[in-house]
């Protein structure tokens, strides 16, 4: 049969003048490999030491591009006929076959292995037209070209180099095939694992191989939001089969449903101190002092009874560390004096303790949509540390007697014993106030009392927002919104803090204490006129917040002009804000013998504490910032009502929107135009929690 392989019996030649030393003629039919893989073409002609060509061999295919190679890069495979005049383009005669025709004259098996054998055992190279004079008395051109072409395939038999054919050694081949049967165990096992990922079916670590279980890991930090490690292109194109884009949303979308992402992560929280929770040694240090709190601790016999005053606690249901209460007492012939007192670790917590160390590193507690993660363990927190209701507890306490006006007429600071009373929520304050039974006079009198310390604020130029505040609780896995009003209990809680950290910052500022003193430069608000126009609430409380700038922290006392004091230091919260516990520790040196730290250490230490303190701050908006897009998620077909506050972006047609249902500030799409009280009706446009994506649009 025409073109069929048939095994010559002949010997075999000897090597001769390879056919890339002989000479080029256009009309030639040459093999090329570029970019593209390796082709059949036609020379053209040639210049100098470089040859034109035009790529191909079909007939009637559109005209290729022709192409200009050095001639080391062409391979002769079959001259043109003595006579024949130079074919005009690929595929026609003499290079005329068919796909058909250039398939068959492909070497069979069972020849190419003869041929193997044969030049194996002489050790020996051979030309083209040689090697298949072996297996063909008269090689024809579309035998030559199917050969060429097989030759530059992924064969193992025999290699091609500087158009000499000679066969492989045979452990050489040997080596080349069982690394060949890997590579394809390899691209099946890559084949299996893509197929996985494009199931998007939860997978079982367990079950993955090492190099399966690092491509995940390498997701989930991309996941996280770390993306400076590339992406290996094996790894692309799985995420490709898996229709999957390489982004961290797309990314985190895709481990979801492999069941190895929570929808709910919070990237910045993974791996910090507060997702760690704290190491056996701080648990078994815990107990230590879980221990210590019933035995008599350094400075206790310096502490005043006050336990017969009759102390009050106020906070939120769900709170369980209770740093602060208030109580009353009016001597015979002396004024209300009001008793602020403030929960005292420090009585267990020594300075460089193991539990102060991660206190100070933490800063504060992080409290997020779940439920709070203290800065000192739980036990200790809810237990000896707080002020538990029926229990005599270690605390510092701060004494004021205001004068008609509020403005402060005496005060003093000591450690005490208290045993508190009760414990209030907020809901139970508000109807004390509200109600002012005869048995539960204090709550109604301490009420007056700071609204009257309110005022004499307010008059001196303090700032007041008050108005609803709404937050995502997450609630049984379900995003809750949950809105806190500013009822009257609130303010009086929040100013009784405030008055406290007024006469600590005072006491401070009077004996030259370094604290870390909270301070606000002053601001330039817009015209009474101006503000008398825009809506009572939180349009004319944006206008205000707008020319604030933001409270800062230092050693020496300065004004804070949001609060209209001449000094503040925030001194309430030791359970739960380490700068608070150093307030303490402060106090203590200065009344009760001890060696204060001065301001280069303290300033050290506020420096030490700005970094766990931003992060906090960054976890926190992410949670709150997220699980708003996972309650917008599940009501993304409802509107609220709204009033424009301002422009946040306007040549992005950005501004922010209150809503008054909702008890939140809210950026949108606003009309072009929009003015402050502005009437809106905000919808949601775009909303995937994975992805940090919230996208509201106003209409007017």
Not at 39 to 55: C, E, N, T, Y
Not at 552 to 558: C, D, K, Y
Request: charged fraction near 20%; proline fraction near 8%; charge should be negative.
């Amino acid at each position: 049969m025409p073109g069929s392989w048939h095994c010559c019996p002949s010997l075999i030649p000897k090597a001769e003048v390879p056919l890339a030393a002989a000479s080029f003629h256009p009309g030639d039919l040459v093999g090329i490999v570029t970019d593209k893989g390796q082709q059949l073409a036609l020379l053209v002609s040639l210049q100098g030491s470089k040859a034109q060509l035009l790529p191909g061999w079909q007939s009637g295919a559109s005209r290729p591009r022709p192409l200009s190679l050095p001639l080391r890069q062409v391979e002769l495979i079959a001259r043109l006929p003595d006579g024949s005049s130079p074919p005009e383009a690929p595929g026609l005669a003499p290079w005329q076959f068919t796909v058909e025709q250039l398939q068959a004259a492909t070497p069979p098996r069972a020849d190419l292995a003869a041929a193997w054998l044969l030049l194996a055992e002489d050790d020996t190279s051979l030309s083209l037209d040689d090697w298949l004079g072996l297996q063909l008395c008269q090689p024809k051109p579309v035998q030559l070209a199917a050969a060429w072409l097989w030759l530059q395939s992924e064969q193992l038999l025999f290699r091609w180099r500087q158009q000499q054919v000679s066969a492989r050694p045979l452990p050489e081949l040997r080596r080349l095939r069982l690394e060949q049967r890997r590579q394809r165990l390899v691209l099946e096992h890559q084949r299996l694992w893509h197929e996985q990922l494009k199931q998007r079916q939860p997978l079982n670590l367990e079950l993955l191989s090492p190099a399966q279980r690092q491509e995940i890991n390498l997701l989930l930090t991309w996941a996280s939001g770390d993306a400076e490690q590339p992406l290996p292109a094996e790894l692309r194109r799985g995420l490709q089969v898996a229709g999957c884009t390489a982004d961290t949303g797309a990314i985190r979308h895709l481990l979801v449903d492999l069941g190895l992402w929570d929808l709910h992560c919070l990237p910045s929280l993974r791996d910090t101190r507060w997702e760690l929770g704290f190491s056996a040694e701080l648990e078994a240090e815990c107990q230590r002092l879980l221990q210590a709190h019933g035995q008599p601790q350094p400075g206790d016999e310096l502490r005043r009874d006050l336990c017969h005053q009759h102390l009050v606690t106020i906070d939120d249901v769900d709170t369980r560390d209770i740093d602060d209460g208030l109580a009353l007492e009016q001597s015979d012939e002396g004024p209300l004096r009001l008793w602020i007192h403030v929960a005292d670790p420090g009585r267990l917590v020594a300075p460089g303790d193991p539990l102060d160390l991660e206190a100070r590193r933490r800063a504060s507690s992080l409290y997020l949509s779940r439920g709070s993660l203290p800065m000192f363990p739980l036990e200790l927190a809810t237990g000896p540390f707080s002020l538990v209701a029926g229990q005599r507890c270690p605390a510092w306490s701060i004494w004021v007697e205001l004068a008609a006006d509020g403005a402060i007429a005496a005060s003093g600071v000591l450690r005490s014993w208290v045993k508190p009373a009760y414990r209030l929520s907020y809901d139970d304050a508000d109807e004390l106030i509200d109600l002012a039974p005869p048995e539960e006079r204090q709550i109604s009198q301490i009420h007056q009392l700071l609204l009257s310390r309110r005022q004499w604020r307010l008059a001196r130029g303090a700032l007041q927002f008050d108005q609803p505040e709404g937050r995502i609780r997450e609630i049984a896995g379900e995003p809750t919104l949950e809105i806190t009003e500013p009822s009257p209990s609130r303010l009086m809680v929040a100013e009784a803090m405030i008055l406290a950290g007024a006469v600590v910052a005072e006491l401070g500022e009077a004996q030259g204490l370094a604290l870390p003193y909270r301070s606000q430069l002053p601001a330039e608000l817009p015209p009474a006129a101006e503000l008398a126009a825009l809506p009572e609430g939180p349009v004319r409380h944006a206008a205000i917040r707008r020319c604030l700038s933001r409270g800062f922290s230092g050693t020496s006392p300065s004004p804070h002009f949001s609060l209209a004091l001449d000094s503040y230091v925030q001194a309430t919260s030791p359970i739960r804000r380490y700068g608070d516990l150093l307030v303490q520790r402060q106090l203590a040196a200065l009344l009760y013998g001890g060696v204060p730290l001065d301001a280069d250490q303290m300033q050290q230490l506020l420096q030490e504490l700005e970094s766990p303190q931003r992060q906090v701050v960054q976890i926190s908006r992410e949670d709150q910032r997220h699980w708003q897009q996972v309650w917008f998620e599940r009501h993304r077909g409802e509107q609220w009502q709204g009033q424009f506050l301002r422009w946040l972006r306007p040549q992005d047609g950005l501004g922010l929107v209150h809503a008054p249902e909702l008890a939140m500030d809210l950026a949108a799409d606003c009309p072009s135009g929009s003015q402050p009280g502005d009437e809106l009706l905000l919808r949601v446009q775009l909303v995937d929690p994975l992805r940090d994506q919230l996208r509201m649009r106003a209409s007017g």
